[in-house]
């Protein structure tokens, strides 16, 4: 990706699919993730807005973040 399609977010321009995250960022997402995904309510809010793919793939970015956690 050109530089020029990345904005100063780090977000591609074209398709939001880059994402640069600091220290901070990281650790504030993983937070509300893992609160969100280890709650029955967090789970089913998440599966009804989003589908149960997307509690997969919260599930595996926090995997990715270094979680340890589990459900």
Same mark, same amino acid.
């Given at each position: 990706?050109?530089?020029?399609? /990345?904005? !100063?977010?780090? +977000?591609?321009?074209?398709? #939001?699919?880059?994402?640069?995250? @600091?220290?901070?960022?990281?650790?504030?997402?993983?937070? /509300?993730? !893992?609160?969100? +995904?280890?709650?029955?309510? #967090?789970?089913?809010?998440?599966? @009804?807005?989003?589908?149960?793919?997307?509690?997969?793939?919260?599930?595996?970015?926090?995997?990715?973040?270094?979680?340890?956690?589990?459900?």
């Amino acid at each position: 990706m050109p530089d020029e399609d /990345i904005g !100063s977010n780090g +977000l591609g321009a074209e398709t #939001g699919g880059f994402l640069l995250l @600091n220290k901070q960022e990281r650790a504030i997402l993983k937070e /509300i993730l !893992s609160r969100s +995904l280890t709650s029955p309510e #967090g789970v089913q809010y998440i599966r @009804n807005t989003f589908g149960e793919e997307y509690v997969q793939l919260g599930l595996e970015f926090l995997n990715r973040l270094g979680w340890e956690g589990g459900r």
